[in-house]
């Protein structure tokens, strides 16, 4: 008789996709509310957005069963340091825990693709992109996910300068105002919605500011 080889593994990609464009004293972190397993959809209005701190949002694409793990573990990180420090951890502290978590789970890693986006110390936006095993980087803007190969090329155009000697940036924030960056978001959403049956149905946009926090949603193609 032949063999037969077991075709299982502990992962899954539920698909969907992730935007953060930081500017001059805001941050707007964006993700589509679709989930699905292979050609299924799960569900249709489920948030990839989450709080780690009130000046510290991530939203991750992936293996939704890894990111809710790794947004339990950071939260219960977060309240310690609230415990030891009396205060909030700062985007930039998030962003290195954040690493250093992923860093530590890298022999059998979070299968999770996350964008970490907020305001720094400064009041300045900050968003820092993340490989899974923990390797990142401070940058202007990012995207993750499915359809992050249609939409970074679009923030490439949009937002970098056309001379590969200007690159990288100066500085990690982009030109753009807060509903400059807001419209541009639901710009590339709604195109990558056309290309990529993981991405769709609808919309959530976290906007962070010295004002606080708000979020809005756009409906989205749901075939």
């Known amino acids: 008789m032949t063999k037969q080889h077991a075709n299982w593994s502990p992962y899954d ?10 500017g001059a004293d805001y941050c707007v972190v964006a993700a589509d509310t679709r989930m699905s397993t292979g050609y299924s959809i799960l569900t249709r209005g489920y948030s990839k957005i989450s709080k780690l701190a009130d000046k510290a949002y991530m939203a991750s694409s992936g293996f939704q069963a890894d990111v809710k793990a790794l947004q339990k573990h950071l939260s219960a990180k977060h309240s310690i340091y609230q415990h030891q420090h009396n205060k909030q951890m700062s985007c930039p502290a998030m962003a290195q825990l954040l690493s ?6 890298r022999f ?8 970490l986006g907020g305001l720094d110390t400064e009041g300045k936006g900050c968003v820092f992109t993340y490989d899974a095993v923990g390797s990142y980087e401070r940058v202007g803007y990012s995207a993750q996910g499915s359809g992050s190969t ?8 949009q937002l970098k300068s056309p001379s590969p000697l200007l690159l990288p940036a100066v500085d990690a924030v982009t030109p753009l105002s807060e509903g400059e960056a807001i419209d541009l978001v639901k710009t590339v959403f709604a195109s990558a919605t056309e290309r990529d049956i993981y991405t769709g149905d609808r919309l959530e946009i976290t906007v962070l ?3 606080g926090t708000r979020t809005e949603f756009m409906e989205l193609r749901k075939d």
Do not use: E, H, Q, R
Request: charged content about 5%.
């Open 108 to 115: 059998f890693p979070y299968y999770a693709f996350n964008v």
């Open 13 to 22: 990609n539920n698909g969907g996709s992730v935007v953060a464009i930081a």
């Open 100 to 105: 250093n978590t992923l860093y530590f789970k």
């Open 209 to 211: 500011n010295a004002n």
């Open 150 to 157: 249609l939409i970074m090329p679009f923030l490439d155009n």
